[in-house]
Structure formats: structure tokens, C-alpha cells
């Protein structure tokens, strides 16, 4: 399956102090969805270090497609077995994908159990091994935002997922230092950019500083989610809301959903923005948000039969919020004296959640899409 049950790179990895312990080889335990069972199994062949996983069941709530309806119903889901290879170096366990029978270059890393062994407690410490070129990367926010465990154990495979939402959310509340800004800033100076309404969820106040130093822009105000600044003879005020929560139901628990307003003003016209990405529960499953949802047909249950889901709901205003921003700001004309740097042709986005004119996910990370084969463990 394609599908992520967590993001696990920034934000939609890290869950509100949140522990999801797996319901391995135990009929009897429950998970956040409601008390659903589930066992796991683990064959392990050390000669050539291999993993395999097995779920025997997963039962998920899910939006599910019905001819010209949708109906919030439980479903018995088929999932292939997840295999893994793993090296030893030193006291560190690296575990790599599988793809097409062959161990892919690059693994996550992992402590705390014994050199040697494979059977006991591994953590993992954020961070990354690229094969070819023996090369590590480490990510210390990664570490920050979340705790994430597996334990392996003679036939039984299990996985503790600690994250701490609360943590990400104090560090990336700054909208006036976002990234969004600096994108703005390029539009009301008249230059050809991007706007992307989800970059205001990531901080950048160093691109946001230097760009107002070079190009004139002064604060009167600011704060974290409000600010007023000159810019070449003109006042403009900007406000954001920013509402971020977690799914707490269905298949995609633990993913962030975001809500998104901004207003930009000149004094006589306000341009208002709104977006809006929720993985779909319940209140979503219905025919009134039929159009601005994503499907997906990738499902099969546990007796082969294909299904579809509506996976996300999406809207965002943000072709029209742009035309708006357009129309009070600067027309850049080179003959007019107006000397500000040539125009860019959009600056590089820096958001890891990329903001399209449809509802469908991005492509998730090689880290996100090993979590998310683990994640099934952990429930």
C-alpha cells in the first residue's frame, strides 16, 4: 500500500504527547481507533539478515466509496508481509527497505539493544545511513519532536510511537517569520513568485530579515501572527490564524490537519486567504465535500476485493488570494526608475507539505515511507 499513516518528517510525524503501542502477539489490547486488535508476527533469517513482518489483521475505519456515495464503515484491510534487511556497525542497527529483492541503499539507524543481536529494544535516534557512500545524516529536530521504538522478539515484532506535537507547534508559530513573508514580500514588489498559503507553518525569519533589509521594507509592528511594514510608500498590514490538529480516528491517525487564514491589506482592499487540508473522518465522509476530495482505489481487503477511499479533503483559495496580492501591489516597470533586483522566477519552496490545486498527498520521503511500513506495528 501507498498510503501513509504518518508523515514522518516535520509535522506529520509528531502527535500531541500521543503513545500508540502496538497490539503484537496480543488479542486482547486496543489502539486509539477504538479498541481494534491486532498480532503480529516476525520471522528472522540471521544467515541472511532478514526480517519479515506479518500482520495478520488490520481492521480500520475508513471513508469508503459506495457508488455515488460515501459511508464511514470498518474495513478489513489485506497487507503484505513487510521485510527488512539489517547490518550491524558497531552497536548500531541499520535497517533497510526491500525493494525488488534487494536491500536498498539507504537505512535508518538505531540503538539501545545488543551489538550482534537482533532480538531486543532498538531506538531510533534520528538519524540516516547512505550505503554508497557511507555517508550518515542526523536530524536533531527529528529526535526533538518524537521517541520511537521497535522491539523485536522471537516470533513477535512490536513498535512504541511517542510523539510530542505540543513541542513542533511552540517552535513553528512565528507566521511573521515565515516563509510565506518572503514570498509576499516578492509579490506586492511587483516580481514574479510563488505564494503558497502552507509556508506560513515554516519559520524562516533569517530569509525573511535579510529581504527587507535589502530591499526596503521597515516592521511599524510586529508580532507572531500580526505585522505592519512600509514597502516602497505604502502601509500594509498582514494577520494569520493558524488552527493545526491531529487525526485522531481512522486510518490516518496522527497525521496533521491545518487551517489556514490570512489577510493582507493595503487600507482599502483586504485580500483574505483560506486553506484547509484534513485527512478525512467521520464529519468528512459525506457527499457535500465529494468535490474537493481525494480518492484513492489502491485498497484491497482481506478477501481481494478492490475498494476506494476519500483519503483528504482540500480547499484553498489561493490562485484568487494571489490576483488580490497582485492588484495592491507594485507594478514593476524597469523604465520607471524603480530599481529594485531583477524579477524571480519563484523562490525555491522550502515546505515539506507541497501545496497543489488538488487534494492528492505529495510524494512522501524514503524516512516517511519506512515509518509508515513500521507504523502498522505500533497500532
Excluded at 481507533?33 to 498480532?39: D, P, T, V
Excluded at 539501545?112 to 554508497?132: H, K, L, P, Q, V
Excluded at 484491497?300 to 477511499?309: K, S
Aim: charged share 25%; hydrophobic share 35%.
Amino acid at each position: 500500500m501507498k498510503h501513509s499513516l504518518l508523515n514522518a518528517l516535520a509535522i506529520s510525524a509528531i502527535a500531541t504527547s500521543m503513545l500508540l503501542v502496538s497490539a503484537c502477539g496480543d488479542d486482547s489490547s486496543s489502539n486509539a481507533s477504538g479498541g481494534i486488535s491486532r498480532k503480529a508476527s516476525l520471522y528472522v533469517d540471521e544467515s541472511q539478515q532478514l526480517l519479515v513482518m506479518t500482520l495478520d489483521k488490520l481492521t480500520e475505519d475508513m471513508c469508503v466509496v459506495e457508488g455515488d456515495n460515501l459511508t464511514w464503515k470498518s474495513m478489513d484491510i489485506y497487507v503484505k508481509p513487510d521485510s527488512l534487511h539489517y547490518e550491524f556497525h558497531g552497536d548500531t542497527l541499520l535497517l533497510f527497505s526491500i525493494y525488488q529483492g534487494k536491500p536498498e541503499n539507504y537505512a535508518q539507524m538505531l540503538t539501545g539493544g545488543s551489538a550482534g543481536n537482533i532480538y531486543g529494544t532498538w531506538t531510533y535516534i534520528a538519524c540516516s545511513f547512505e550505503a554508497d557512500e557511507n555517508v550518515t545524516q542526523c536530524s536533531a529536530n527529528n529526535k526533538k519532536y518524537y521517541h520511537r521504538t521497535i522491539t523485536f522478539s522471537h516470533g513477535s515484532v512490536e513498535a512504541d510511537y511517542e510523539f510530542h506535537f505540543d513541542l513542533y507547534l511552540a517552535d513553528h508559530d512565528d507566521y511573521m517569520n515565515s516563509y510565506f513573508m518572503a514570498q509576499l514580500f516578492q509579490i506586492l514588489e511587483g516580481r514574479s513568485s510563488d505564494l503558497y498559503l502552507d509556508e506560513v507553518m515554516y519559520m524562516d525569519s533569517a530569509e525573511v530579515q535579510k529581504h527587507a533589509e535589502d530591499n526596503g521594507i521597515v516592521f511599524k509592528e510586529k508580532t507572531k501572527t500580526n505585522a505592519t511594514f512600509e514597502l516602497g510608500g505604502k502601509t500594509y498590514t498582514v494577520s494569520a490564524k493558524v488552527d493545526r490538529s491531529l487525526q485522531e480516528s481512522g486510518y490516518y491517525t496522527g497525521n496533521d490537519n491545518n487551517e489556514i487564514h490570512v489577510e493582507v491589506s493595503d487600507g482599502a482592499t483586504v485580500c483574505k486567504a483560506d486553506y484547509v487540508t484534513h485527512y478525512v473522518n467521520s464529519s468528512y465522509c459525506k457527499a457535500e465535500y465529494w468535490d474537493d476530495l481525494y480518492f484513492d482505489d489502491d485498497w484491497e481487503d482481506i478477501n481481494h476485493n478492490n475498494f476506494t477511499t476519500a483519503e483528504r479533503y482540500r480547499y484553498s483559495n489561493s490562485v484568487t488570494f494571489k490576483e488580490c496580492i497582485q492588484g495592491i501591489g507594485m507594478k514593476f516597470d524597469p523604465m520607471d526608475g524603480y530599481n529594485f533586483p531583477s524579477p524571480i522566477d519563484g523562490l525555491a519552496k522550502k515546505a515539506v507539505q507541497a501545496e497543489t490545486d488538488s487534494a492528492e498527498p505529495r510524494h512522501e520521503t524514503r524516512e516517511e515511507k519506512f515509518f509508515r511500513k513500521l507504523m502498522k506495528y505500533a497500532k
